[in-house]
Nanobody, 116 residues
């Protein structure tokens, strides 16, 4: 079964940057549209960025212009470069497929905390 492992989170001041990584144990990335999701306390999980197998990307309005998603299919890794971070970006960040069909289990996520 595919396992997803997120890393790279941390505590950063507003305006700072972080780069998240998501590694998979199987060759899921090369054929699937992958997304980065986040869940803040008391809120539902939301999709903030996604990237197709061919490299096309889309972003939620809340992060457009500040976040950049990329992927390395050879190494089964997806990245999220986050710049100009805001306190409202504070959340637990996860990666997973965008489609729910054949979606692997959610990983532990990586915590991002932005202080004002």
């Amino acid at each position: 079964q595919v396992q997803l492992v997120e890393s790279g989170g941390g505590l950063v001041q507003a305006g700072g940057s972080l780069r998240l990584s998501c590694s998979a144990s199987g060759r899921i990335f090369s054929i699937k549209t992958m997304g980065w999701y986040r869940q803040a306390p008391g809120k539902q999980r939301e999709l903030v960025a996604w990237i197709t197998s061919g490299g096309g990307s889309m972003y939620a309005d809340s992060v457009k212009g500040r976040f950049t998603i990329s992927r390395d299919n050879a190494n089964n890794t997806v990245y999220l470069q986050m710049n100009a971070l805001k306190p409202e970006d504070t959340a637990l960040y996860y990666c997973n497929t965008v489609t729910t069909i054949g979606r692997p289990p959610w990983g532990q996520g990586t915590q991002v905390t932005v202080s004002s």
